[in-house]
């Protein structure tokens, strides 16, 4: 597993697009440790971003 491959899953799984090939091969490594991590930093990133779109976007319309 790459780094490469670990960002693609996690994607992929964050947008319901994961193909049942690259998921059989996910669960086939044998540490999910990594997933978890990827995971948990892409939700934070993401919700962090939501966060910022929003106060933004009320700050220009008021």
Not at 12 to 23: E, T
């Amino acid at each position: 597993m790459t780094f490469i491959n670990l960002i693609q899953s996690v994607l992929a799984a964050m947008f319901g697009v994961q193909s049942d090939k690259k998921y059989q091969f996910d669960f086939q490594q044998g540490r999910f440790w990594p997933y978890v991590v990827a995971g948990t930093i892409f939700v934070v990133l993401f919700v962090v971003f939501l966060i910022t779109l929003v106060n933004g976007i009320i700050a220009l319309s008021a």
